[in-house]
């Protein structure tokens, strides 16, 4: 596995302003995923993120609102912009460490409020 | 019909009883199955991964799949009061999980 991390932990924002949230991974890993859980639902993925290039949205999720960078193979940001209370959610990143074996691991989350 | 589908539960065994949860999925060129639990508060950790049809064993955990019906389970003996939480079934057709809703298990002591 890798070691995970994720900052901030927690964030009580509000309406109309943007959040930064970072990825840092102690090993250097391909591909790097922002998934969002809001309260009692599963994990719905946002985006990959692609180092060298523009990140992989999933319908219903656009870079305007989201946008994502990934600067190196072990490091990557999440922004939500312009937040509702919609969008108060628990935002996890994941990494998969090794392409042939598709196993995603957990950073800690980041838990966001939207007032 | 959705992606990945597990019984929302809750589900409630006895300490020491074995807990079995299910899930199908609809990609049938799944190749990928994956079991997270998750405790409350917390982020999803990997418990198993199977790739082939049958059982794979991983102490008191066993994961079973089944590709012709397009299912996955997981069996957990002797189940702990330590392993309630919710149990995310996981399938990755093309490198792009997609997670069940989850199924909550509660072990009585």
């Known amino acids: 596995s890798a070691v995970i991390s994720q900052k901030p932990s927690r964030d009580i924002c509000q309406r109309g302003t943007s959040l930064t949230i970072q990825c840092q991974v102690d090993?250097?890993?391909?591909?790097m995923f922002w998934y969002r859980q809001q309260p009692g639902q599963s994990l719905t993925l946002i985006a990959t993120a692609n180092q060298g290039s523009e990140a992989t949205y999933e319908s219903g999720f656009v870079i305007d609102k989201f946008p994502i960078s990934r600067p190196n193979l072990t490091f990557s940001t999440l922004t939500v912009s312009n937040m509702s209370p919609e969008d108060s959610s628990i935002y996890l990143c994941s990494v998969d460490l090794a392409r042939s074996t598709d196993t995603q691991y957990f950073g800690p989350g980041t838990r966001l409020t939207v007032l | 019909q959705k992606e990945v589908e597990q019984n929302s539960g809750p589900l409630s065994v006895p300490e020491g009883a074995i807990a079995s949860l299910n899930c199908t999925y609809s990609?049938?060129?799944?190749?990928?199955f994956f079991w997270y639990r998750q405790y409350s508060g917390k982020s999803p950790e990997l418990i198993m991964s199977i790739y082939s049809n049958g059982d794979k064993e991983d102490g008191r955990f066993t994961a079973q799949l089944n590709k012709a019906s397009q299912y996955v389970s997981l069996l957990i003996r002797d189940s702990q009061p330590s392993d309630s939480a919710t149990y995310l079934c996981a399938v990755n057709p093309n490198n792009d999980m997609r997670f069940g809703a989850g199924t909550r298990l509660t072990v009585k002591p």
């Open positions: 990609d049938r060129g799944s190749q990928s």
């Open positions: 090993s250097q890993v391909t591909m």
